[in-house]
């Protein structure tokens, strides 16, 4: 599937900069939760970032949103998702994909209850500039 988010990048944008980038997480992230930058390039005003997230067991993203939608697949684990009113919106094991929608409306945290690290290929799709997440306060959920 990163090969598929390469070229999938690569073959809608002409011109592509490799870089790597300040670490931009949600608050507050569990311990050991991680990202690093596979590839970026910037197209007009849009920043098309490659990360792999990691999660550790037990731990969580910290609830935050995106200022544009972003684009995952799930490498290793099972990542469970909730939204702004606390409820499940999507158990996501090995193999699947997950789209997340832009904007504040759409708050939301990424846990894994799982025993073995969830590994995360997720392309951000930004306006230029963009930190990766914007922090948002846990909107009441005990789990948190």
């Keep these: ?22 670490t931009a997480m949600a608050t507050p992230p569990g311990p050991g939760v991680t990202g ?3 590839t970026q390039t910037t197209v007009g005003g849009t ?9 550790p067991p037990g731990q969580a993203t ?3 949103y995106h200022d544009g939608p972003l684009y995952a697949f799930v490498q290793q684990g099972t990542l469970s998702h909730y939204d702004s009113t606390c409820a499940s919106d999507g ?9 997340e929608p832009a904007g504040a409306g759409n708050i939301h945290i ?3 209850l ?3 690290a969830v590994v995360l290929d997720v392309l951000y799709v930004l306006p230029h500039g ?4 914007q922090d948002a306060a846990n909107p009441g959920c005990s789990f948190e």
Excluded at 5 to 10: D, F, G, I, V
Excluded at 91 to 99: A, D, E, L, M, N
């Design 1 to 22: 599937m990163r090969m598929f988010l390469r070229t999938a990048m690569t073959g809608a944008v002409a011109a592509t900069t490799f870089a790597t980038c300040g």
């Design 36 to 38: 690093r930058v596979i």
């Design 47 to 55: 920043d098309y970032i490659l990360r792999e997230i990691t999660i």
């Design 62 to 64: 910290g609830w935050h």
């Design 91 to 99: 158990v996501y094991p090995k193999g699947s994909t997950i789209q």
């Design 110 to 112: 990424g846990r894994n």
């Design 114 to 116: 799982g025993d073995t």
């Design 130 to 133: 963009a930190p990766f997440s």
